[in-house]
């Protein structure tokens, strides 16, 4: 039911039964206002999308549009398998990361952590982000924070975000060309180079990794980058629920460490994410995690919609929505928690019944 | 679902929806080499059988057998009941303890407890253990040591183990003839005896205690002794997943007590096996507990293989393999937390299929 990438088993099954918190890292960068970039979301709300995702994740309802009914109907979300899992099996605890939203998430009860961020600027002009200051309010946070439940499934909600993190992964010199993958199936090509070829013209033969990421990246990577690099104080174990931009933070991970001349011991980190990611012919995931120097674990849950007579549904295994809101990570941890791949497809039909 | 050997059903009641910590006692003993006396494990690989219980019972995969092909067909061991389990309403945590193993099983971020043990000798030319010593470190593990969940599964693999249990009983004192089964329906009888019969020849005489159980039981025994007898500081329940190798583990429990003229509260200890040990004709585990000075709550998993039309696991349903590698706790445990036999049945077929 669970998959290896890269690494052995041994990692996700001494997780098995156990509580996780689901943490959604969310920040809007700008750069969805390049025309035609991403169609994760709905058409002018994208800048909506992380406080729509957090809003279903945490209560299942869509709070901050203004008119629901302008919701185009059949376009998949992935958070929709990120509830489903949440309402079977439900996680110990869902956390926000603030990360720069364009608005708050109107919800209650819920953990939010706040840094002060604001969303980031287009990375075709210049993402214009102290990304040293954000690096160090990350290292901050996972030096301090206390996980109340026994591992961290780190997710995130970042539009336009696929596009950054292939920015990010090409202006620290990985050759990645292909290897990056978009939300959806016709993925905007030439809008996506075109941005990213601006971007990375704006930092030629700069060689301060914090001013290069400060401009072509997005605030989730660095941030997280940080985040990652604190935890190691503690050994919470972390799962980058994630595709491509979580590969793509374990890149800028190993360049820091290798800038700042650490070692980094990875043992309690892992990557995991769904199978439309793990085997998309457009991108190559496993390509991106072998460039690291330390060594990681990473899997895919093995979990589709081929027993789904639902339109909608046979999208994701057309390739509509790979990946997002933690979705792999959240369908991993329902199947290391009793789940069958039947329960969860079932759950996810009644969203849209 | 679950029946009452001895005692009454509240303890076991008690425990329903709690989460367990499996603890699997892993430890070898030379008793394996005199010719004939296990089918427990793969043929001249009974040295490993508790290195391949412990790997297959935390990851699904048996690693250290340099060719898997040599497997028997057909076979079956009762780890597939507890891995099934696992599957479908995990333990919370799953650790080992090395008492004494030809070889570490090959899994990584499992806590694995070690205490410089060696397998021990073959019975009948004298177990060679260092009885008092063995016993203080298991006392002292059950002082120290913190469950991270509500209860704990105590299970064991140790080839040969019935025999060692038998020959531990008989030389305490207790009248058990014929109240011992052995893991396989044709049990070696002849081998069995004369193995024990030369056992207790060697300690005619001794009074001793710990002199005695030295030379004719084994580590896992010992070693739980004293842990059962430390855990009674912290009163984590313990339940002993097992059928008379368990009940060879009280009984000695119950001599140590007596040899120290203490007295042991019982009451956070209990015992579960299969039904097919709780059943069997070859031998009597209520005759065994029943001879215990202290009160014990005992328990069967009223599970087995009726429903299904699988061979080789009709062979479990005519006595082949009764129990091990804590297969009647684990039922029990997910029969406690709402899967239904039939779940069961169905998980296991898979891995057979």
């Known amino acids: 039911m669970i998959e290896t990438i890269t690494g052995k088993k041994d990692f996700i099954e001494s997780l098995r039964g156990k509580k996780a918190t689901f943490m959604l890292a969310l920040s809007t960068s700008k750069t969805i206002e390049v025309e035609g970039i991403t169609q994760a979301g709905i058409p002018d709300f994208i800048h909506l999308t992380p406080t729509l995702d957090a809003e279903f994740v945490c209560t299942g309802e869509v709070r901050s549009i203004p008119n629901l009914a302008q919701t185009p109907k059949g376009v998949p979300t992935p958070a929709l398998l990120t509830r489903a899992t949440h309402l079977l099996h439900p996680f110990g605890n869902i956390e926000l990361l603030d990360l720069g939203m364009d608005t708050k998430a109107k919800v209650e009860y819920f953990k939010e952590h706040s840094f002060n961020i604001t969303p980031s600027s287009r990375i075709d002009k210049g993402a214009n982000i102290n990304a ?52 959806f199936k016709d993925v905007p090509n030439d809008v996506k180079k075109q ?75 892992a990557l995991c994410t769904t199978k439309w990611v793990a085997t998309d012919e457009n991108s190559n995931i496993k390509a991106l995690l072998e460039m690291l120097d330390f060594p990681i674990n990473a899997y895919y849950a093995n979990f589709d919609f081929s027993s789904s007579l639902h339109p909608a549904l046979k999208l994701y295994d057309e390739g509509e929505a790979k990946e997002g809101v933690g979705a792999g990570g959240a369908l991993m941890y329902g199947l290391l928690n009793g789940l069958s791949e039947d329960n969860i497809v079932k759950q996810v039909e009644k969203f849209l019944s």
């Open 132 to 183: 040293m200051e954000l690096f160090e309010k990350g290292v901050e946070f996972g030096k301090e924070y206390k996980c109340k439940d026994d591992y961290i499934l780190l997710a995130e909600s970042v539009p336009s975000g696929t596009t950054t993190a292939e920015a990010t992964a090409l202006s620290l010199g990985y050759s990645v060309e292909g290897y990056f993958s978009s939300s």
């Open 195 to 269: 941005t990213i070829s601006d971007a990375l013209k704006r930092v030629e033969g700069r060689d301060d990794l914090f001013d290069i990421v400060g401009s072509v990246s997005d605030n989730m990577l660095i941030f997280n980058a940080g985040f990652i690099l604190g935890s190691t104080y503690s050994k919470t174990p972390i799962v980058l629920c994630g595709g491509t931009q979580m590969a793509s933070l374990l890149l800028l991970v190993n360049s820091i460490v290798n800038y700042m001349g650490g070692e980094l011991d990875s043992k309690h980190i």
